[in-house]
């Protein structure tokens, strides 16, 4: 038991390791050897085992809050809706609180209309069918609400989940359409 005191002694900085390595030497070149390994090993393991908790205690402080990053995108959604929001309210050239198929077209041939579209996720290739899709097939206008949810429902790219919707409803519509054959 005392040499198992001096070896923790030796490595924990309790004595100095040398005093008990002359000690040691006194052995023979092997026990000299492992004395060595012994000391070489415990300090490297401890140095490492001290670094990787320190190194995850600072990646863990360092990795922002869930809580953060979802409030931070819903603030950055939100400021995005009320842009939009602004930009719609001049697609609303007369004032009524709706956007017209026939303003939502005027508006649509101004190139910095179309760029900002672009910008916040919206592709204007078919200007018609876009109105169409957000207001409906036989609306002739929409409300400004009501648009900006519609454009923001279609910005960006499909995601699976919305292939998936559409293959819902079509499986649907052909269950529904079985029911006459």
């Given at each position: ?113 179309v760029s900002y579209m ?24 929409v409300d400004i609400d ?33 029911l006459f054959e």
């Amino acid at each position: 038991s005392l040499t198992m005191l001096s070896l923790y002694m030796a490595v924990t900085g309790g004595n100095d390791w040398a005093a008990y390595y002359y000690i040691v030497r006194l052995g023979g070149p092997f026990y000299d050897f492992l004395f060595l390994l012994y000391t070489f090993f415990f300090v490297f393991a401890l140095f490492n085992v001290m670094t990787g908790i320190f190194v995850e205690r600072a990646m863990a402080a360092s990795l922002p809050d869930r809580e953060e990053i979802i409030y931070e995108e819903r603030k950055k959604l939100l400021e995005q809706v009320e842009g939009f929001r602004e930009l719609c309210k001049q697609l609303d050239s007369d004032g009524s609180g709706t956007i017209s198929k026939e303003e939502f077209e005027e508006h649509m041939k101004d190139d910095k209309m179309v760029s900002y579209m672009s910008v916040v996720g919206l592709q204007m290739n078919d200007v018609q069918h876009f109105f169409r899709s957000v207001a409906g097939d036989d609306q002739a206008e929409v409300d400004i609400d009501h648009f900006v949810e519609g454009c923001m429902a279609m910005k960006g790219s499909a995601t699976a989940l919305d292939v998936q919707k559409q293959l819902h409803a079509s499986n649907k519509l052909c269950e529904y359409f079985q029911l006459f054959e």
